[in-house]
């Protein structure tokens, strides 16, 4: 498994799993955990280990490729489990129902599509932070318009509404199963197909040339133009997908979020009971916040986050770090604190107890991102790095180090701004 030019962490030939390699839960398996929830981390800090967990993604295509025509899809779409060969590896069956007692059908393998998107925004995320012409050229331009393809053959056009719809999938919050126009599956489909389309437009390689001269662009543009994508209703709250928002609530929802066991909800609700109310397992609209925050205005965001939060067990280790982020996002920062000392206690305390299988390895790049993005308020367009800090109360500072184009820089932050030196040169700025 070793590289004769050194060991695979310092290679592409393995990614971060799951539970890292502490533990043996999920087989080593690679998850939408590393890119949405570990490799920003890495393209702030080692942008160089961020390359090379893209060039495991990219050595995957071909595994991509077999699972999207095995759907009756075209281009790559990615495998919601990976290992070395690229292929899926979710297992087809897991818990008993509790109704039935037969083994429960796992639909994320299935039906859980965004990875795929998450990978590219992995990828867009990397290149705007580093400006590596060098990778896109060689490889992501390649992974972005195979993965376009998909998401054009992947989408259904609804002749009534004059509109793509995606139908049946699985949305971050693997509560809600077989639902169509997941709202975070359709943002996240859109950026991919629109980072295709800016692909096109300004990438001279022969890869984009090909995909030029078959009419591409203008299939490209043609989804951008008609990709349903749920917008905020009269009370600003953006449906999780077409049927949530009109199920009914869970009265006793408080029961699961304080229990000392994770996911009791299944132990008294079959799946299928637990698809037919609003409650959620983890972060979805919240996470599209987070992930695309120029889209929707501080009302908008402030209105989802409270509104979505109040629905929300937890009971994914993924969730709480998401929400601690979400909530100093808006200024709740009482709340934040909250959930940002409950994920910090996952692997330490008694909650989730199931550490032994190995640490949560993305709830830890998740309390980073808290701290970066959340608290810190760091972001960057590709061309600037700037900062809307909300720090808690007790914290009078935060002082990182993070790589600009290839420069280190090194941060103060406070709640008056951030000031920013770049180490080679002494050149100090104030980013507001």
């Given at each position: 498994?070793?590289?004769?030019?050194?060991?695979?962490?310092?290679?592409?030939?393995?990614?971060?799993?799951?539970?890292?390699?502490?533990?043996?839960?999920?087989?080593?398996?690679?998850?939408?955990?590393?890119?949405?929830?570990?490799?920003?981390?890495?393209?702030?800090?080692?942008?160089?280990?961020?390359?090379?967990?893209?060039?495991?993604?990219?050595?995957?295509?071909?595994?991509?490729?077999?699972?999207?025509?095995?759907?009756?899809?075209?281009?790559?779409?990615?495998?919601?489990?990976?290992?070395?060969?690229?292929?899926?590896?979710?297992?087809?069956?897991?818990?008993?129902?509790?109704?039935?007692?037969?083994?429960?059908?796992?639909?994320?393998?299935?039906?859980?599509?965004?990875?795929?998107?998450?990978?590219?925004?992995?990828?867009?995320?990397?290149?705007?932070?580093?400006?590596?012409?060098?990778?896109?050229?060689?490889?992501?331009?390649?992974?972005?318009?195979?993965?376009?393809?998909?998401?054009?053959?992947?989408?259904?056009?609804?002749?009534?509404?004059?509109?793509?719809?995606?139908?049946?999938?699985?949305?971050?919050?693997?509560?809600?199963?077989?639902?169509?126009?997941?709202?975070?599956?359709?943002?996240?489909?859109?950026?991919?197909?629109?980072?295709?389309?800016?692909?096109?437009?300004?990438?001279?390689?022969?890869?984009?040339?090909?995909?030029?001269?078959?009419?591409?662009?203008?299939?490209?543009?043609?989804?951008?133009?008609?990709?349903?994508?749920?917008?905020?209703?009269?009370?600003?709250?953006?449906?999780?997908?077409?049927?949530?928002?009109?199920?009914?609530?869970?009265?006793?929802?408080?029961?699961?979020?304080?229990?000392?066991?994770?996911?009791?909800?299944?132990?008294?609700?079959?799946?299928?009971?637990?698809?037919?109310?609003?409650?959620l397992k983890q972060a979805d609209v919240v996470m599209l916040l987070e992930l695309l925050p120029e889209r929707f205005d501080a009302e908008t965001v402030k209105k989802n986050v409270e509104y979505y939060e109040a629905l929300n067990t937890h009971d994914s280790s993924l969730s709480l770090c998401a929400h601690a982020e979400a909530e100093a996002v808006i200024g709740e920062m009482d709340k934040a604190v909250g959930?940002?000392?409950?994920?910090?206690?996952?692997?330490?305390?008694?909650?989730?107890?199931?550490?032994?299988?190995?640490?949560?390895?993305?709830?830890?790049?998740?309390?980073?991102?808290?701290?970066?993005?959340?608290?810190?308020?760091?972001?960057?367009?590709g061309n600037m790095f700037r900062f809307t800090p909300h720090l808690p109360d007790h914290w009078q500072s935060i002082r990182f180090s993070f790589m600009d184009h290839g420069r280190k820089k090194t941060a103060v932050v406070t709640n008056e701004g951030a000031a920013v030196t770049a180490e080679e040169d002494d050149d100090t700025g104030v980013y507001i």
């Amino acid at each position: 498994m070793f590289r004769e030019d050194g060991w695979p962490w310092e290679g592409d030939s393995c990614s971060i799993a799951a539970k890292g390699l502490t533990g043996e839960g999920y087989k080593g398996h690679v998850f939408w955990d590393t890119e949405i929830f570990i490799m920003p981390f890495f393209i702030q800090m080692f942008p160089e280990t961020a390359r090379n967990l893209l060039l495991y993604r990219y050595r995957g295509l071909a595994g991509a490729r077999k699972k999207a025509e095995e759907y009756g899809y075209s281009g790559a779409m990615y495998p919601w489990e990976a290992a070395a060969s690229g292929e899926e590896e979710t297992p087809l069956y897991a818990a008993i129902d509790i109704h039935t007692g037969k083994a429960a059908k796992v639909w994320s393998g299935i039906k859980e599509h965004h990875v795929t998107a998450d990978i590219i925004y992995g990828l867009i995320s990397y290149y705007r932070a580093t400006g590596d012409r060098n990778f896109m050229d060689q490889y992501g331009c390649r992974m972005i318009l195979e993965t376009a393809v998909f998401w054009y053959s992947r989408a259904v056009w609804n002749g009534d509404k004059r509109r793509f719809e995606i139908r049946d999938v699985i949305g971050p919050d693997e509560y809600t199963e077989h639902v169509d126009n997941n709202a975070y599956t359709n943002y996240m489909a859109f950026e991919n197909v629109k980072a295709a389309g800016q692909v096109l437009a300004s990438w001279d390689n022969p890869l984009a040339d090909s995909c030029r001269k078959e009419g591409w662009s203008e299939r490209f543009d043609h989804f951008l133009r008609h990709l349903y994508l749920p917008e905020p209703n009269e009370e600003k709250l953006i449906p999780q997908d077409d049927t949530f928002l009109s199920k009914k609530k869970l009265s006793n929802i408080e029961k699961y979020r304080n229990a000392d066991v994770r996911q009791l909800i299944l132990k008294d609700y079959s799946r299928n009971q637990v698809v037919d109310m609003q409650v959620l397992k983890q972060a979805d609209v919240v996470m599209l916040l987070e992930l695309l925050p120029e889209r929707f205005d501080a009302e908008t965001v402030k209105k989802n986050v409270e509104y979505y939060e109040a629905l929300n067990t937890h009971d994914s280790s993924l969730s709480l770090c998401a929400h601690a982020e979400a909530e100093a996002v808006i200024g709740e920062m009482d709340k934040a604190v909250g959930f940002f000392h409950q994920a910090m206690e996952i692997d330490l305390g008694m909650s989730y107890k199931d550490s032994a299988e190995g640490i949560h390895a993305a709830s830890l790049g998740g309390i980073v991102n808290c701290i970066l993005r959340g608290f810190a308020g760091i972001k960057t367009d590709g061309n600037m790095f700037r900062f809307t800090p909300h720090l808690p109360d007790h914290w009078q500072s935060i002082r990182f180090s993070f790589m600009d184009h290839g420069r280190k820089k090194t941060a103060v932050v406070t709640n008056e701004g951030a000031a920013v030196t770049a180490e080679e040169d002494d050149d100090t700025g104030v980013y507001i």
